[in-house]
């Protein structure tokens, strides 16, 4: 399964993969389901401190996040923590608010049953299940020349940060995509060959999408073509 904390090397793709897994349990659900699933996903978002798993922060913030009253608040809060989403780690006291940790496990536990629904490659990649192919990564001969990002466009600056986390990698199989548009959210991007396309929609979509989103947080999906 996921790791329970998604911190240190890929984080941020088991970041977005954990609010993906909260969003799709909440729409399953009903409309009081996904608005508080909704809340907390905000709450989250703005406040919480994955490394320490730590939220920190008073009713009155909370209220004004949620544009809600403190009573809301309240109702809220005590409803995630009967889910077991939130768990008290200090009691708030005169000038201290309340410290929460997040029971990341116990949130993976329940929005497993829809891990299907959003795909195959997603519900392999929660539960940890290594993703089967014959295809190994093709070595590179010499060092691996730099993109040029002269252009500054989000493509080039994406490629500028995937060179720099694994070359070999990159110069395999993202040196070789081109960028054909962007779209709103989405970037298309072109490759090779059918055989390309479709190792890197399978096994790199979403470190490509994580490099893209690093230069351009606008970009919410990217599209491999021929």
């Known amino acids: 399964m996921l790791s329970p904390k998604p911190v240190g090397r890929g984080a941020a793709a088991r970041k977005y993969d954990f609010i993906t897994a909260i969003g799709a349990h909440a729409l399953s659900k009903g409309k009081h389901e996904q608005r508080l699933a909704l809340r907390f996903l905000t709450l989250v978002t703005a406040r919480y401190n994955w490394a320490r798993d730590d939220l920190s922060v008073g009713q009155h913030e909370i209220a004004n996040l949620w544009s809600v009253d403190t009573r809301t608040v309240k109702r809220e809060m005590a409803k995630l923590r009967a889910l077991g989403w939130l768990v008290v780690r200090r009691q708030g006291a005169r000038g201290r608010v309340t410290q929460y940790g997040i029971d990341i496990q116990r949130i993976l536990d ?117």
Request: net charge neutral.
């Open 110 to 226: 329940d929005t497993k049953p829809i891990w299907p629904s959003v795909g195959p490659d997603f519900d392999l990649r929660m539960s940890g299940a290594p993703e089967t192919s014959d295809v190994v990564p093709l070595p590179v001969r010499g060092k691996v020349t730099p993109p040029d990002i002269s252009d500054a466009t989000e493509w080039s600056l994406a490629q500028g940060l995937l060179h720099a986390e694994d070359p070999g990698l990159y110069g395999s199989w993202l040196r070789a995509l081109t960028r054909v548009e962007r779209a709103g959210g989405r970037l298309t991007l072109r490759a090779p060959s059918r055989f390309h396309g479709a190792y890197v929609q399978t096994h790199l979509a979403a470190r490509v999408l994580v490099a893209c989103r690093a230069v351009d947080s606008d970009i919410s999906e990217i599209r491999i073509t021929l």
